[in-house]
Structure formats: C-alpha cells, structure tokens
C-alpha cells in the first residue's frame, strides 16, 4: 500500500476483545453468590469438557487479551491498522442488581476508556450497559459515550433465565428499551450485539455446541426480535452492528420473510424482514468465503465490515486473508476492509498520517 492510500483507507477491525480482571474481582467480592451462580450456569451450559478447554485457552491468550503491546504487534501481523475494542462478554454480569450493575458499567467503560486511550491512533473503544436494568441503559451509555468518548456500547442478545419467575428475561424487543434505542440514535452510538450463553442450556453442553451453536441462534433471536418488533422502524437511523455476520438469520431470512406474509402476529414490522438487513451492520467473521458471499449478497457489501473475535479461538487470525478470499469485487473488499467502518466513524487519522509518512519516505 503507497502512503496516499494509507492514508485514505485504514483496515478496521470492529470486533476485538480485551479482558477487565479487576472488574470480575469486583463482581466475586460484592456479589459473590450470584457470581457462583454464573459459574455454575456456565458449567452447565458448557460442560465439563469444554469448560476445561476453554480455561486452557484462556490461560494460553492471556497476554493477548490484556497485554497492549502483544495487541498491537497482532494487529500489525494481521494488517489491521484499527481496532474497535470490545469488554470480552463474559463481563456482561446480567445477574447484577441495580447498583452493582451501574457500578460495574461505569467501572467497564473507563477501563476500556483508559485501555483505548495509551493509543488513540490504533484503538477505538466500547462500553457496557446494564441490560437487565433497561431504565437504568441510558445513564450507562451517556457515560460510556459522552463522558468517556466511546463510540458506543455491547450488548447481549437478551438478559434473564426464561423460565426464572425470579428474574424477568429482557429480550431486545421489550418496550422499555425504547429510551435506550431513542438515546443511541441521537447520540450516534455503536449498539454492538454480541451474544453470551443460550437459553438452550443443557441440550448444548457438548461438542462445543454452546458456542458453535448458540451464537448464530442468539443472533438470530435477537435480530428478529429488533425487526419483528418494528425497532427498527421507529429508529431508522439506529446503528446496530452484529457480530458473527448475525448468525443463522441473514442466509436463511426467506423463512421470515414468508411468515410475514402470512402470519398477522408477524406483521409488526412496516416492511418484509430481508429489507432490514440493508439497515443492520455486520462483521465479516463466518469463517467462510461462501458464508461472506451470502451474507453480503443479503445486506449488500456496505452493511459488512472486517471482524476478528480477536483474541479468541472462535476468532480467526488472519480476518484480512479471509475476505480477500472470497473474491469479491475489489470495491467491496475495500469497503468491507475500511470504507464501511468510516461511516460509521471507526477511524484514527493521526495513526495513518504517521503510518503513511513512514510508508513513503
């Protein structure tokens, strides 16, 4: 790449990760029952198996997950020249009463505040939002993205154990999100969707399926129930971003499509389903050429953009390489790589200024 070009189009990975300690010692020691009961949960959604493996690779990528210097030696073996850095999920703590969860939320954002901030020029930062307390979402976002200078926040694909009577289940179509989704839109905010155990538990608890599997199907979930529900309607201008290219529910979206035609209870959205996914954002991460082009054949190539899952084993360590191989038009391999994370105001000028002087002299 000449220095002209560098300096025009950054390579922007928007799903990336970074791990907060202190912040899951300040959960064990205010919390420490329900934070066991977040284990035990995790155990039994994962299994003994897959637990122990995903300990080990834990352990293995440490440094990646917290070391900054490792972080941005990967990124520049990978050709990434920005990252938007996202809490890992499992910091989500939607077990946390009302003023843990704003304790911790705060907490999160200033670190990933501070973490972005050793280097502006390569990072861009993500906040958290206390999902489960949904009047208490939009205090959580003014912090992360006015007083920290987010770009916006994560969330997961719903909050609550269906089936718990003692805690109710917060899915992203309930109506006391609309101050949250009100608020993002006129912010301009990142609404990062990022989903973190299934409700499915037990059925998968092998094989890794709670991950392989539970991640496109909360995706799936959750996405319908923005657009079913008519979110996207009432906040055109909303921008949600959906990792793991939005899981099972752009390649397969013929099925809503067809229900709501025909189904009335299916027809609280203004347009068919499929016409949605033209105003959704998607990272690129299906660890498939063939997967990348339908996606993009579904949303069209301005709703992708570069992911990694960087440091996770899930994750893919050559994100560049892989959308290079699925043959696209050189425009849309482009737009996917940095023109789409600059609309959505993922840059960082004075690192690519640096980077470009460097390159050309």
Known sequence: MNA????QHPTVDVHAHVLIPALQQAVAENDPEGFAALQALE??????????NSGLMIKERWPQLTDLNRRLADMDSQGVDVQLVSPSPSHFYYFAAEELSVTLARQANEAVRDYVNNVPDRLNGLGLVPLQHPHLMVEALDHAVVECGLLGVEIGSFAGTPGDPERTTVELSDPRLEPFWNRAEDLGAIVFL???GCSLD???DRFYLANTVSQPAENAVALSHLIFSGVLDRHPDLKILAAHGGGYLPTTIGRSDHAWKVRPEAQRCAEP???YLRKIFFDSLVHNPRELRSLIEASGPG???LGSDYPFDMGSERPVGEVHAAGLPEADTAAILAGNAA?????AAAALTTRATTQGA
């Not at 002209?4 to 300096?7: C, I, P, R, T, V």
């Not at 609309?343 to 840059?347: A, S, V």
Request: glycine fraction near 6%; charged fraction near 20%; proline fraction near 10%.
């Open 43 to 52: 155990v039994r959604r994962n299994g003994p198996e897959s637990m122990a």
């Open 343 to 347: 609309r959505l105001g993922i840059t």
């Open 202 to 204: 037990e059925r998968l």
């Open 4 to 7: 002209a070009a560098a300096s």
């Open 303 to 305: 709703q992708v953009l």
């Open 273 to 275: 389903p499929s016409s």
């Open 194 to 196: 990022h989903p973190f």
